[in-house]
């Protein structure tokens, strides 16, 4: 009884970093005349819901941000926005695309949305049910203005399944799940039907050919600060800035950064390694600009963990933690993540606080005022007072994937994890350390943190802060603010707390193959789950697979389908597109009479083209109306469709 209680209890330890209150600036002349020179601010009494930006990047790993230690790959914004907030070091995610990005946009386990398996391919007619209600959509219906920019990856094959009919007053970029940096040219992986590319990069619904050539992480930055500079500040903002970087590209594209950024890695061996994310920095300026950063929650963090090694790897590195992308191990779902916002008292801490990607929805909802009460049957947790505060959290079980048709399923409790089933990159612990056999990296420069341009939005927000606190006080003491500047002590201390050892000898290692038998681990003394206790916790074992039990009885069927070829980019003007609408490509006749002798295989010419016509085509019953696409002769699928478009 005693063990299960520690289980099923709130085991989670609070490690609270904000050790002191020291201050670090000068307070004097130079201080107070800064005062006056700085942007006006709405003021912090005024009520106004604050702006949220949720930056995703996609497949970054847990040892690709240089805040969880690596020196290899520097990532100063991105730390500087970690270390001015919260490190969140227990944050899971769905380990895929589609299935994560749905748990974000509905608050709901994607077992609970047949979203579970796989995702979503260019030719499969399905997306994100239409009966799920998506965070842009609460978001919209209390005021905020909501844009979308980059990735979707949440289904297309009719508009409704769009972001501009899901809550998002606009959005520019794709709709697949990948595409070449450049050419924004989409292949399908499907091996059924690998020979379909097609172009996909939008404006609302119009392509946007004026992109070709452009590198999209640069496209989707300055479309990301195009969208904040007119912003109307006296509403609240939800921007969703879903990044292509650090995807990889199609299989067949050599580099997927520009010559500046790879040249800034030279020293990493690994030549795909090279390559840079999203860039964060010019967003936070922007939003200091503008003076909306001050009353802004902005969260980074990764839809899944990196693909090291296989089909579409990237050669990002979950190291030290085991598996990677589309895998239930710690590598594939434990997710890098980070929150800053002024709004957050307790913040410059990690926090092993557990959160899943479900809880971002009532989360933020809680913070722009509305209660989970009001959300309905979702699966998320409202954090937002947890971190605000850093109160316990009432998260302690996170159902990881429930996946029958791979068939695995992984659950975490308190501070055990289960898994059983076929995993991909069952034993194995990949992806670059960073030491120095895989070349030699630059030392980690905290000075690069402060004064990247996140660290000096930051610190002037809280620069303003402490200004209009000592205004009109006699007193100056260290104890008057609630905020202080990061300091270079903070930036070493939190960057130690944050990095994972996996600290298991050789020979207190455990073998585990969850297809073999289920494995179970204690991530908080073995996060590389490396000692499989299976056989030393018999008890807990059994709970686990009760508790896996209880959950199967909710799981929703997962939603797969064939791919679809009307879904061919060659007859969409090779895009790809909603196919399942009508085509204004096509050519309508209304004349029965002049397709009837064609039941077999034939050619037809008229004027405007000739066109090979493959078998049978549905017959109607009265005048019927077909459509033949304009397709070269070669093609042989041809679209039937009947009286609907007319
Ligand atoms: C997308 O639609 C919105 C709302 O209709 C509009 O304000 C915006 O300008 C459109 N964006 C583009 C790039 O066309
Ligand atoms: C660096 O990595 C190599 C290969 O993984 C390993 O053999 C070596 O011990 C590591 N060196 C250090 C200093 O960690
Ligand atoms: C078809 O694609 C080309 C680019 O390949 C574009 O310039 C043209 O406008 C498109 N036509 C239509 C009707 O969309
Ligand atoms: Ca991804």
Avoid at 370 to 388: A, M, S
Avoid at 500 to 516: H, T
Avoid at 587 to 593: G, H, I, P, Q, S
Wanted: hydrophobic share 35%; with cysteine; charged share 20%.
């Amino acid at each position: 009884m005693d063990i299960l209680s520690r289980i099923i209890g709130h085991t989670t330890v609070f490690i609270v970093l904000f050790l002191s209150e020291l201050m670090v600036i000068n307070v004097g002349a130079i201080f107070f005349s800064s005062l006056l020179s700085l942007p006006i601010f709405p003021s912090s009494t005024t009520k106004q819901k604050p702006h949220i930006i949720i930056i995703l990047a996609d497949d970054m790993g847990w040892n690709d941000v240089s805040f969880h230690g690596s020196d290899q790959i520097p990532t100063p914004n991105i730390d500087a926005l970690a270390y001015n907030g919260i490190i969140l070091n227990n944050h899971y995610v769905p380990a895929l695309c589609t299935p994560s990005r749905s748990s974000l946009m509905t608050g709901k386990n994607p077992i609970h949305l047949g979203m579970q398996h796989s995702v979503l391919y260019p030719t499969e007619p399905r997306g994100l049910p239409l009966s799920e209600k998506l965070l842009p959509e609460y978001l919209k219906e209390i005021g905020y203005r909501t844009h979308a920019v980059g990735k979707w990856h949440l289904g297309y094959f009719r508009k409704e399944y769009t972001p501009t009919y899901r809550g998002f007053e606009s959005h520019f970029g794709y709709w697949n799940g990948l595409q070449d940096y450049y050419t924004h040219i989409t292949q399908q992986l499907d091996p059924q039907y690998s020979e379909y590319k097609g172009f996909d990069m939008r404006r609302n619904l119009t392509v946007a050919w004026d992109t070709v050539g452009k590198y999209a992480t640069d496209i989707f930055t300055n479309e990301a600060v195009r969208l904040i500079n007119d912003h109307d500040t006296s509403r609240p903002m939800f921007l969703y800035l879903a990044h292509l970087a650090p995807h990889k590209g199609n299989e067949d594209q050599l580099l997927r950064a520009p010559d500046e950024e790879i040249a800034k890695f030279s020293y990493i061996l690994d030549l795909e390694r090279r390559i840079q994310a999203g860039n964060v920095g010019e967003v936070i300026d922007a939003l200091r600009n503008r003076g909306m950063l001050e009353n802004s929650i902005v969260i980074f963090m990764s839809d899944n963990g990196a693909p090291t090694e296989g089909i579409l790897s990237n050669q990002g590195s979950n190291y030290p933690l085991r598996g990677m992308k589309g895998s239930p191990w710690e590598g594939g779902t434990r997710g890098v993540a980070t929150i800053w916002s002024s709004l957050i008292k307790k913040s410059k801490r990690v926090s092993n606080q557990m959160m899943f990607m479900t809880d971002w929805l009532p989360t933020l909802l809680s913070a722009a005022g509305v209660n989970r009460k009001q959300l309905g049957n979702i699966d998320g947790f409202d954090l937002w007072p947890v971190l605000v505060s850093n109160r316990i959290s009432p998260r302690s079980e996170i159902v990881i994937n429930i996946d029958d048709v791979s068939n695995y399923a992984a659950i975490r409790r308190g501070d055990f994890k289960y898994i059983i089933g076929r995993t991909e990159t069952g034993s194995a612990w990949l992806g670059a350390s960073g030491n120095s056999s895989e070349g030699t990296s630059p030392q980690y420069d905290p000075y690069k943190v402060l004064y990247s341009k996140t660290g000096i939005a930051i610190s002037g927000i809280v620069t303003a802060k402490q200004a209009m606190k000592l205004k009109g006080r006699k007193t100056i003491s260290k104890t008057n603010f609630q905020e202080r500047i990061l300091t270079i002590k903070d930036i070493s201390e939190m960057r130690k707390e944050a990095q994972i050892k996996c600290n298991i000898k050789e020979k207190s290692k455990i073998f585990c193959e969850p297809i073999i038998a289920p494995c179970l681990f204690n991530i908080k003394n073995d996060p590389c789950e490396m000692v499989n206790l299976a056989e030393k916790r018999p008890v807990i074992l059994a709970m686990f697979k009760k508790i896996l039990m209880k959950h199967r009885l909710s799981v929703i069927p997962p939603s797969n389908l064939n791919g679809d070829p009307k879904a061919n980019p060659l007859l969409w003007n090779n895009t790809w597109t909603s196919w399942d609408e009508p085509n204004p490509l096509a050519l309508t006749y209304t004349n029965a009479k002049e397709f009837q002798q064609y039941s077999d295989s034939a050619t037809v010419r008229n004027s405007l083209g000739s066109w090979h016509l493959a078998g049978m085509y549905p017959e109607g019953k009265d005048g019927i109306h077909f459509t033949v696409i304009n397709i070269p002769s070669h093609m042989y699928h041809l679209w039937c469709a009947t009286t609907s478009l007319l």
